[in-house]
């Protein structure tokens, strides 16, 4: 079945650094989307990229979708306190209403 | 209204207890979803509703009930779970027509099993 890998499971950054996390596929993907869960909280979705070589930006976030739509990135630009949590990528299946969802990158800044 | 409301938020329950998971959106989505998250782990798909029927049982024990009484409600009863069900239980919503749209999720519920 599909199966998404994401790496890195953590990333430990000082404030101020930029973070990415990425999303590998053996097989195209028809869409990816990008959830973030806080600590003791819930995934809220953030962004959906359809299109090959697709680029996307909200404030310092940056999401990619490669052009043979088997990869996808998020790259945060000078970490706040507040990008603090756990970053998942996630494929819906066309067939049906499943998510496939990646490990999650877990963000942490350094104190 | 952009919310889907989970309630209660925290539950305690002995092995023996009866509990329902309550789920409520008024976004119009009629494509409704429980899902079970442990800690450090992605969400695992446990039921998927669409237009109130039941579409998607990813294999769950019997002792977790779906019920969606309307395509606002979505319920979730409890009956004899073990300690290995302690989790955080997700309910989410999204359209059902439209193929790439995200889920909106709720804030869960954090059950413990005593």
């Known amino acids: 079945g599909q199966q998404v890998m994401q790496i890195p499971q953590y990333q430990h950054v000082q404030e101020g650094e930029d973070f990415t996390t990425y999303c590998n596929s053996s097989?195209?993907?028809?869409?990816i989307q990008w959830y973030k869960q806080r600590p003791g909280g819930h995934p809220v979705f953030l962004i959906q990229?359809?299109?090959s070589g697709e680029v996307k930006k909200q404030k310092r976030l940056t999401f990619q979708f490669g052009e043979a739509k088997k990869n996808s990135s998020l790259h945060i630009t000078a970490t706040q306190t507040t990008d603090v949590g756990t970053y998942f990528c996630a494929v819906r299946l066309d067939s049906n209403y499943q998510l496939i969802w990646g490990a999650g990158t877990k963000l942490i800044i350094k104190p | 209204d952009t919310e889907v409301t989970q309630t209660p938020k925290h539950l305690v329950m002995g092995m023996t207890n009866k509990k329902s998971l309550k789920c409520e959106q008024h976004m119009g989505h009629r494509a409704m979803y429980w899902y079970k998250q442990k800690a450090k782990k992605p969400p695992e798909l446990m039921f998927v509703y669409s237009y109130e029927k039941l579409s998607i049982n990813e294999s769950v024990p019997s002792r977790f009930s779906p019920e969606c009484p309307n395509s606002s409600l979505l319920n979730l009863h409890l009956h004899a779970l073990q300690p290995e069900d302690s989790a955080l239980y997700l309910c989410a919503s999204s359209q059902a027509d439209v193929l790439y749209y995200g889920y909106t999720f709720g804030s869960g519920t954090r059950l413990t099993v005593v």
């Open positions: 990229l359809v299109k």
């Open positions: 097989t195209t993907l028809s869409n």
